[in-house]
Structures are given as C-alpha cells and as structure tokens.
C-alpha cells in the first residue's frame, strides 16, 4: 500500500515571545489544534487539523497566532492544481464522494462585479437621500392586473396575499440542524425588528419560534421533515424547495450524528437517524404536479399565504421559471450557483448550475415576453455581498435578494468551509451545546440588523445617485446598468449594454 503524505494546507504561527501559555486557544479549538505541553510548559500545534476557522487568532489575548497557507506545495502545473492531485489522494484512500462547504469557488465570472450602475448628472438630478424620502419598502406577490372599487371607494377586488418587506433584502433558507438554535434564533429576532423574513429551511419550525411566525417562511423540501398543519399556518409564507444552487439535482443530507434532542423531535424524525431529502419531490413530476402541491398548501393555509417555489438556477432555468409561474405560485425564488450550504458533493458543488445574474436576466425577460411577469414576484440568492449587488440585481429584474452566506459572516462566521464537520468553532454550524453558546442570539440579531440598515442606507445611497428613489421604480431598469469587459452574448443575455454606450 503506498502512503502519500499531504503537508497541512495551513499553519500555525505562533509567537513564543508574546504567548503566554493561558491556552485560550486549546480551550477554543473545537479541531483539537492546540494542545499545552506540560513538561516543557509550551504550546504545541497539529497543524493537520487546522481548518483556518480564526478563532485562536481572534480570541488570543496577545496576539501571538496567526495562521497562514502553507507554501508546501506539490509539482502542480496548469493542469495538475495542488488541490486536484490531493482530492486524487482522497478519494484513492476513502474511496468515498468528495464532499464541501460554501458555494462554488472556481474562478468563473462573477457578473455583478462587471455590471457598473449609472448616475445622474445634469438632467434627471441625483436625490439626496438625507434629505428626500427614498421607499425601499416592497411587496412580494402576485400583482393584481386591476383594482375595483366599489361607489364609496371601498376596495372590492380580492387581492392576492403578499409579502411586505421594509427593504429588498430577506434571510434564506438554513435548516435547524443544519445551523444552531441560536443562529436561528438571531436571524428569526433580526428578521422581526427588520421587519423582513428569515426562512427555515427542510428542517421544520423550533417551538420556541413560533412567535416569530409573522416574519418566517416555511420551507416544505421534499423529505417534508418537520412539516404539518401548525407549522404551515404558524408562517408569513410557504416555500416549496425544488432545487438548491449549491447542489441543483440532489437532495440534502443532514447527518445521524447531528440529528440530536429538539433537531429530531423539530424535523419529526427519531435521534440518530439520516435526515435524507430524495432528490425529487415524489409526487411532482411535471408543472401540473407542481400546481397540486402549490394548492394544496394554499388550501392547508386558507388562501391567506403566498407560495414561493425555489429553484436552481439552471440552463434551462426561463423555461423553468415561466412553468412555475403558470403553476399558480406567488413567488419564483432562483438561488445561482454560487450559494453556500452545509455540505455538497464537492464535484456538484462545482460543476453543476449557471450564475444568478445570467439566470434572473433570461427569466425576467421571459416573463416579460409571455406577458405573465406580474403574476409572480421574483426573489434571487446564490452569493449576494453587498447592496450593490441587490442594487443590480433590482435593476436586472428581481424584487428582492435572499441572502445567506453574508448573514452568516455577520453572525461571525470565518469561511473555513468545514460546516460539514459540525464542529463549528463560531457556535452556527453546530449542535454541540459548548459550541452553540458561543453564539450570542441578542448581539448576532444586533450585528444581522447593523448589516441590514447599513445596506439599506447604501441601497438609499445608489439609488439617489441615479435620481431614483423607489425600488418599484428601479426594478427591470437595465438602462442604469452598463457591462464592464463583457462578450456580445453575455451582454444579450443581461439584456443591457456595454460601457461608453
Ligand atoms: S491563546 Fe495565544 S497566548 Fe494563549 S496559549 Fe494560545 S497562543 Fe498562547
Ligand atoms: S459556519 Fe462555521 S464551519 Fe461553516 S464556514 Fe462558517 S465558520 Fe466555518
């Protein structure tokens, strides 16, 4: 049998003279890194555990780590990457699916960093949004084609539920189980005083968030773990999970081993057991498929609640997309292939999917072409930064972001890429109790709502730059987009042109 030793992708610096042996760093690491030698009284490191997650370094009181990659590297070349030849090695010892964290990593084109937005200058004067009032509030749904009145002006025509968001931003969907009781519980608080929504993924509803309902979206996956009638009605809206941009066209796998106390009795499924969602809803094979599920949720919830169906985005994604709209949903979210996840088949996670950017374009254009857009509102995820990037993403089409992978980093997530581990050293993607409490819930829900009122107020910002000041207004206005470095096709596509035209 050979052996193939593969050096530590990180490792660890430590500074003798400023360590003070306290072993604030061994207590942290969750990995087992750090460890206190007693007979030579000086910390040592296995710097094969390492997953570069910085909490040492963060919580060091004298700044004695620091973890850096390591310049250990096999004879790559452009072909043969250090990492594809040690992915080799893996597999030729395990002989299992390699597995990740986080979305896609590969350097394919991120299109919102080459889509520039416009600003006014002399005509159609820029609005200062200290001073005028800007509306980013927006309502998900249907939009009624008409609106009657009776005589006296009262409204008679029924109008089709909707969501209200305070800003086009909303929290998407991670399961309990897959993060910790007390991310949920930042998000759902954040979400509340934002006055927005946080979703809970296939893993079911926490009794102790039901009082969160007005702004939770309930998730309805295909393995329906923790799904019945409370939990449909205990929600602002339902979401019908067909597809994930991380993993388009598998299932989910929440492992036995996290499947512990309230995640099992939450999900409705027995301790140590795989919580496995099948690839595809067994019931739905077709759009016609699709719809019965769609009324039969609104049937469960009175009619009085919007449906979201989410997709990946895929390469047939406007085709998709106008299917859905016809199925009778309210609500049409597109997650792109760069949306983060607990755990993905790595060879998925990276091959597998399109670009929101490109996915929203097509499907904003198609509705529009069918005539059918205002029948369903249309929310995007799958790696959303910044506001800039909702700003263009509105202005691509889209009536709201999902965002995920940023809220995380708010609550103090370091990108390690691990989550599939469970042993998350930040207390988010974990169920172990020493580790879960390292997550505050009261400062995570304050950090996730500075992160939302900063954004807002950039979202104010750009948007008074174009001389706009309400998202209703910027939406589908591909006019204040220009593409940056951008081949004809790609241009066509987003439906907008390039820079200096
Ligand atoms: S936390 Fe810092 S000072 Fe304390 S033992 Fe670790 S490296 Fe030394
Ligand atoms: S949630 Fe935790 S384990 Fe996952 S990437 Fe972030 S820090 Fe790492």
Request: hydrophobic share 40%; glycine share 8%; with cysteine.
């Amino acid at each position: 049998m050979s052996i193939q030793f593969i050096y530590p992708e990180f490792e660890v610096v430590r500074n003798e003279n400023r360590c003070i042996a306290c072993r604030v760093c061994e207590r942290q690491c969750a990995n087992e890194v750090h460890k206190y030698n007693a007979d030579k009284k000086v910390m040592i490191s296995d710097e094969s555990k390492c997953v570069n997650c910085q909490r040492c370094v963060s919580l060091c009181p004298t700044r004695a780590l620091k973890i850096v990659k390591s310049d250990c590297t096999l004879r790559e070349n452009a072909n043969w990457s250090n990492d594809t030849i040690k992915e080799i090695y893996k597999q030729a010892q395990s002989g299992g699916v390699l597995l990740s964290s986080m979305g896609n990593p590969k350097p394919l084109p991120v299109y919102w960093d080459k889509i520039l937005i416009n600003a006014s200058q002399v005509t159609n004067p820029p609005i200062d949004p200290l001073r005028e009032p800007m509306e980013t509030k927006v309502f998900l749904g249907k939009r009624n084609a008409e609106i009657k009145r009776d005589e006296k002006g009262n409204l008679i025509t029924e109008m089709s539920p909707q969501l209200e968001l305070s800003m086009p931003v909303m929290f998407s969907a991670m399961s309990y189980g897959s993060i910790s009781y007390n991310a949920h519980a930042s998000l759902a608080r954040a979400a509340t005083q934002l006055g927005i929504y946080y979703n809970t993924g296939e893993g079911g509803l926490h009794e102790d968030f039901y009082v969160y309902g007005p702004n939770t979206i309930v998730q309805v996956a295909s393995g329906r773990f923790g799904v019945h009638e409370d939990y449909l009605k205990a929600g602002a809206a339902v979401e019908i999970k067909m597809g994930q941009g991380a993993k388009p066209g598998i299932g989910g796998h929440l492992p036995g081993a996290k499947i512990v106390g309230d995640v099992s009795r939450t999900r409705m499924i027995p301790e140590g057991s795989d919580a496995i969602s099948p690839a595809p809803h067994h019931d739905i094979y077709s759009i016609e498929d699709l719809r019965q599920l769609v009324f039969s949720l609104k049937e469960a919830t009175e009619y009085k609640k919007p449906v979201i169906v989410k997709v990946a985005a895929v390469h047939n994604i406007a085709a998709i997309a106008s299917g859905i709209a016809r199925s009778g949903a309210d609500i049409i979210a597109i997650d792109g292939f760069r949306g983060g996840t607990g755990a993905a088949p790595t060879r998925i996670r990276d091959n597998v999917g399109i670009p929101v950017e490109l996915a929203l374009a097509c499907v904003d254009q198609r509705l529009r072409d069918e005539g059918i857009r205002n029948n369903v509102s249309l929310v995007v995820g799958g790696s959303i930064r910044s506001a800039s990037d909702v700003v263009k993403a509105v202005a691509l089409g889209a009536d709201a972001c999902y965002i995920a992978t940023s809220a995380l980093l708010a609550l103090g997530c370091h990108l390690c890429r691990t989550c599939q581990s469970g042993k998350c050293n930040w207390g988010i993607a974990t169920q172990r109790p020493d580790l879960v409490k390292r997550l505050n819930p009261d400062l995570g829900s304050e950090r996730l709502v500075n992160l939302m009122t900063a954004w807002n107020h950039e979202i104010k910002e750009l948007m008074g730059g174009m001389g706009i000041n309400t998202i209703e207004a910027l939406r589908g206005n591909r006019l204040m987009l220009r593409g940056i470095g951008l081949n004809e096709k790609e241009l066509e596509i987003l439906g907008i042109s390039h820079a200096g035209e």
